[in-house]
């Protein structure tokens, strides 16, 4: 199955069927369930061990939430003292205005070839596409990242971009696409990577990152990976772009005591990560490092989401991924299926708070609001509450309309619960139906006129209601005793 | 103590029995049971779906019958914690609003009212045969429900309890979405029976009947002989 880059909205109506595609395809299946259940094991472990770690989670919940009430404040003080480091800030409104900066900078700079290190707000904005486009060469250097690349496709997950590719599909990229030889070892994969990356590292003009948290106080940015590679991107190239969203900014550096415990654990169960990059402006005289440092903060829907108490929750977020590795229907399916940039219960809060119910309608009902994810959740974002919320939304706008049919159901339904009588009514018509549920004939050919039933008796058995319900045996048990 | 049954419409529809168990079970812990047929359901499957305005209809109904009681057990964990969402879904409306908050503390689960409330583990139950518990989603993390009805399932005479590395996996019901994405929400509960067979149990048993019905429902499909019964089912077997 290939996932080509994509105009991402284009597909969000397409969920259903993505869904029942990815759960035909058992490499899929077998490699997310894989992958899935070790770093959530590992997460575990490494949360088990931290005995503070609810109050910790408390701690960001609190800390995200006063950072996110004075946004503004926090953003402005970033900005002075960005400047005030020798790093030159953008504002960037939509992905339109961000891809447009970093395109002038590219011009500027006489940009040829660009690396870059592992983003998922530049997947957002669709840069790579926008400059390829404008005929620049865009290389990724995050292992995941590259192997998406080669294969013409977009992340699966936000933290392991290729986690939905078994070592054995992976070998036979580099086999179609670089010419070497198939190999199933991880290590021999990633030594022809690491052979093939060096060269474009010392060749590239321009170093595009991300970043995990831009600090107010001190106008830097935090960047974490394992590689090493984004160290390479942002020192080695003349110019060094970092895309930030407006809401990764954090009040100060003594803060990032509780995300730095929080964040590699939840992600990748890891006490740390093995790298751990603070970048407060450019090169010093004397020194390495880029010439040129800027800085573009993307907002791209995030400040409407602050508006409203319940979607302001959603931009606590700290891009983890452990909702998605602890989510029944993400373990079943994939990122793929989602068809958005951010997958998992996190996407599917987002993508809509982000890109509009109308558009995302499907994604919100992706859930049996199992509530796994607010569980290990390491800001305590209350996704299924975001999820229900969202759901309603989805009901108030047109984009239910599809739904005609079930509307029109729970409307009926609402009106036999409202009162004993019509209850009573509603139990008679199910006495009514019941010899037609319970011969296997009679509830085939019903069920071509329900379609809840079909869905429902596709795979499993229908119980019939009951010949006399609770409060009729009631009734009569009543009537014996008296 | 005086206790109201909120039977809720599931088990009053389609598993009468079980709320007939729920019935003897209390009164085997000592309570005087009261059922009151204004009651209808919680709300949740209109919640859920996303429509507040039906759920309320629901709810208000619900709300209105069962009001005055002292204490009201639900056997389902997940009808109890929507019963602590009905503030929430009232934040608009003031009265009923208060209504709700007075009501909502008042509901219990069947398993946490025996055990926490009336502190009453044995029951002088019996059920021979191996069991395996579904600790279901809603009673498992919204209300924190776990040792319950462990504790009252060790006290069963000749219930061996099995303990499966699935039983906090979600079995994919999840309401509309059961039929909404049912291919989705059949291999996810195929995901977690996995393994359950080799085990060698007889049952699988849980505290939501909505659960009970995707369980049996796929089980009975599969042509297997495990049993889903609801925890009341086995706490009022073998009356002594
Ligand atoms: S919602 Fe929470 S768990 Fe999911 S990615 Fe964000 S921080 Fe991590």
Redesign the interface.
């Known amino acids: 199955m290939s996932h080509p880059a994509q105009d991402h909205s284009a597909n969000l109506e397409s969920f259903?069927e993505n869904?029942?595609r990815a759960?035909n395809d058992s490499q899929l299946r077998g490699a997310l369930r894989h992958a899935t259940g070790v770093i959530d094991e590992r997460r575990g472990q490494a949360v088990e061990r931290v005995a503070c770690w609810q109050e910790l989670r408390e701690r960001a919940k609190t800390l995200k939430a006063a950072t996110l009430e004075r946004l503004d404040h926090w953003l402005e003080l970033f900005e002075r003292n960005a400047i005030a480091r020798g790093t030159q800030v953008h504002w960037a409104r939509d992905a339109a205005e961000a891809n447009a900066i970093v395109a002038r900078l590219a011009a500027d700079a006489g940009a040829r070839t660009l690396v870059k290190s592992k983003s998922m707000t530049t997947e957002e904005i669709g840069l790579n596409q926008h400059l390829e486009e404008l005929g620049h060469r865009v290389v990724e250097t995050d292992l995941g990242e590259y192997i998406i690349q080669l294969a013409g496709e977009t992340p699966s997950h936000i933290i392991v971009p290729a986690i939905h590719k078994t070592r054995a599909e992976i070998g036979e990229l580099f086999h179609r696409t670089l010419g070497v030889k198939d190999s199933k070892d991880p290590k021999e994969l990633t030594a022809i990577a690491r052979e093939r990356l060096r060269e474009e590292f010392a060749r590239a003009d321009m170093g595009i990152s991300g970043a995990n948290f831009a600090i107010a106080e001190t106008g830097s940015f935090l960047v974490l990976e394992n590689e090493g590679n984004a160290r390479l991107c942002t020192s080695l190239p003349r110019v060094h772009v970092a895309l930030i969203g407006i809401e990764k900014v954090i009040p100060r550096l003594a803060d990032l005591e509780v995300f730095l415990r929080l964040l590699p654990r939840s992600g990748t169960g890891q006490h740390l990560t093995s790298y751990q990059t603070l970048f407060s402006g450019p090169r010093a005289a004397g020194r390495e490092g880029p010439e040129e440092l800027h800085v573009i903060l993307l907002d791209n829907g995030r400040s409407a989401m602050l508006s409203d108490s319940l979607s302001r929750q959603a931009l606590a977020c700290i891009r983890c991924g452990a909702c998605l590795n602890v989510c029944?229907?993400y373990?079943?399916?994939g990122g793929h299926a989602y068809a958005s940039v951010y997958p998992g219960p996190i996407g599917s809060v987002i993508t809509p708070m982000l890109q509009g119910v109308e558009q995302a309608h499907h994604l919100?009902?992706?859930?049996?609001?199992?509530?796994?994810c607010?569980?290990v959740c390491p800001v305590g974002i209350d996704l299924p509450a975001l999820l229900?919320k969202l759901?309603?939304?989805?009901?108030q706008g047109s984009a239910?309309s599809g739904d005609r049919e079930?509307?029109r159901a729970?409307?009926l339904?609402?009106?036999?619960?409202?009162?004993?009588r019509r209850?009573g009514l509603l139990?008679r018509a199910?006495r009514l139906a019941r010899p037609l549920l319970e011969r296997p004939g009679a509830r085939s050919r019903l069920a071509r006129w329900v379609?809840?039933l079909a869905?429902?008796t596709?795979?499993?058995?229908?119980?019939p209601?009951?010949g006399?319900?609770?409060?009729?045996?009631?009734?009569d048990q009543e009537a014996k005793d008296s | 103590m005086k206790v109201s049954l909120f039977?809720t419409?599931l088990?009053?529809?389609?598993?009468?029995?079980v709320?007939?168990a729920t019935?003897e079970v209390l009164r085997r812990a000592g309570c005087d049971v009261s059922?009151d047929?204004?009651q209808?359901?919680c709300?949740q499957?209109?919640?859920?779906?996303?429509?507040?305005?039906?759920?309320r209809?629901?709810a208000?109904?619900t709300i209105q019958s069962l009001e005055e009681s002292e204490a009201i057990v639900l056997p389902s964990g997940s009808c109890t914690a929507m019963t602590r969402h009905w503030p929430e879904l009232f934040a608009d409306d003031p009265q009923w609003r208060e209504r709700a908050e007075a009501i909502a503390p008042k509901c219990h689960e069947l398993s946490s009212f025996l055990v926490s409330v009336l502190g009453c583990t044995e029951l002088g139950a019996r059920f021979p045969g191996r069991v395996s518990w579904h600790d279901a989603?809603?009673g498992l993390?919204?209300l924190g429900i776990k040792s319950e009805p462990r504790a009252l399932l060790a006290t069963v005479d000749g219930l061996e309890l099995i303990e499966h590395e699935n039983s906090e996996?979600?079995c994919?019901?999840?309401?509309?979405?059961?039929?909404?994405?049912?291919?989705?929400?059949?291999?996810?509960l195929d995901?977690k029976l996995e393994g359950l067979q080799s085990t060698g149990v007889d049952a699988i048993a849980s505290s939501d009947v909505s659960c009970l019905?995707?369980i049996?429902?796929?089980l009975?499909?599969l042509g297997s002989r495990l049993r889903a019964l609801h925890l009341a089912e086995i706490l009022a077997g073998g009356a002594s």
């Open positions: 259903p869904a029942r759960l029944p229907v373990g079943q399916i919100p009902f992706a859930s049996s609001l199992c509530g796994a607010r569980d229900l759901r309603s939304k989805v009901r239910g079930q509307r729970f409307r339904w609402s009106l036999a619960m409202s009162g004993p209850y139990l199910l379609p809840p869905a429902w596709a795979a499993r058995e229908f119980r209601p009951a006399r319900s609770f409060r009729e045996l009631w009734r | 039977v419409c088990v009053d529809q389609f598993r009468p029995e709320g007939l019935v059922f047929p204004g209808t359901c709300g499957p209109a919640y859920n779906a996303g429509y507040r305005a039906d759920a209809a629901a208000r109904q989603c809603h993390r919204e996996r979600c994919g019901f999840g309401g509309t979405f059961s039929v909404k994405f049912p291919e989705l929400s059949v291999a996810m995901r019905m995707q049996e429902g796929r009975a499909r």
